[in-house]
């Protein structure tokens, strides 16, 4: 096993993973391979804290869907009945964009005017004050005078809630939503609500809540690390965590919202996000979304739930075979990693 997947590492450049295999409501296989630290020679174990990148988005949805089983928001009401400033599609601005289409990219907001943002917006260095938080950050994109609004870039020529168009602003809007209504911030939010229930003592959204010995380092290739960073967009893919604190978070999803008498989500929420809300067709394939959890399908018999996550420096995977209900949990400190060999090397194996 562990010839496998080391070489994998070495032939894709990957500094250091640490990886799971859920089965029977346990973690039931864990190990770490490489290093959280190449300078260093600080290796990964099973506790790292690694960035998770858009696996994040999973708990991001978990505390909108939170507030919506204890109806303080209603996932097919104008988003604007909750937010102090409006978020109108200019050319649509009778048609409402709701939290239900950010919970399945079917928004139309877009990440285009996002994606030219400068690095020192969107990446924030240990040594660096950050000029917007979240907040601010978004104002400046949906007002017709911010900083970062254009009409052309910040939403699509769609109507809202026509296309599938995968939405890292409209996941931080999500995430807005939640501090909005909860009159708290995202993280006291998640960690009363989510993360003390469930035991996830080494999650944050923030580094300054973590013990940065525990963290490992983003690494741009196989060799070289810029360093820790945040983001003012964070519910979109700041979340860090070890895989022992996200397999309590994915069983709880597969038990359908309980892990060990723990009650997160009520069971009809639960199966509420695992329903197929959108299908779109990409290179010819028909896929299918629920509530930000995504399926992957092969055939009629094999379908897989879950999230992938890539942001610089990391490449994660968090899914569970349906049928099976054995999921696999993939952490890498390296940018654009190929680890889906991994992935199915772990799901093939007998426990």
């Known amino acids: 096993m562990a010839d496998f997947i080391q070489k994998k590492m070495e032939t894709n450049g990957i500094v250091g993973l640490v990886c799971g295999i859920v089965k029977d409501g346990e973690l039931a296989w864990k190990k770490a391979y490489g290093y959280a630290d190449l300078e260093n020679e600080i290796e990964v174990k099973t506790d790292t804290i690694f960035l998770l990148a858009s696996v994040s988005k999973t708990v991001t949805a978990t505390a909108a869907m ?125 960690k009363e609500n989510i993360f003390k229930p469930l035991g996830m003592k080494n999650t944050s959204w923030f580094l300054k809540n973590l013990d940065l010995e525990k963290v490992t380092l983003p690494y741009y290739d196989s060799e070289n690390t810029n360093g820790h960073y945040e983001s003012p967009d964070y519910p979109d893919g700041m979340l860090r965590s070890t895989v022992e604190d996200m397999a309590r978070f994915l069983i709880m999803f597969i038990q359908n919202g309980e892990y060990k008498g723990k009650r997160i989500l009520q069971e009809k929420t639960a199966e509420l996000m695992k329903d197929t809300h959108f299908e779109y067709k990409e290179e010819g394939e028909t896929n299918r979304i629920g509530l930000t959890w995504y399926y992957l399908d092969y055939g009629d018999d094999e379908s897989y739930l879950g999230h992938a996550g890539s942001e610089e420096g990391v490449t994660t995977s968090m899914f569970y075979e349906v049928n099976s209900e054995v999921g696999v949990l993939v952490f890498c400190n390296t940018s654009n990693a190929e680890i889906s060999e991994i992935e199915d090397y772990l799901f093939q194996l007998e426990l």
């Open 66 to 190: 939170i507030l919506y089983e204890r109806g303080e928001i209603d996932l097919e009401t104008d988003i604007n009945e909750y937010l102090p400033f409006q978020v109108i599609h200019p050319k649509y601005s009778d048609i409402p964009i709701t939290a239900k289409m950010l919970l399945t990219h079917t928004s139309s907001i877009s990440d285009s005017s996002y994606n030219e943002l400068e690095d020192s917006v969107l990446y924030v260095r240990e040594d660096e004050e950050m000029e917007y938080d979240l907040a601010s950050l978004l104002e400046e994109y949906f007002t017709e005078d911010g900083e970062f609004y254009d009409p052309e870039l910040c939403f699509s020529d769609k109507k809202p809630g026509i296309k599938y168009d995968y939405s890292n602003v409209g996941t931080s809007l999500l995430g807005y939503l939640v501090e909005v209504i909860s009159e708290q911030s995202l993280e006291d939010f998640c």
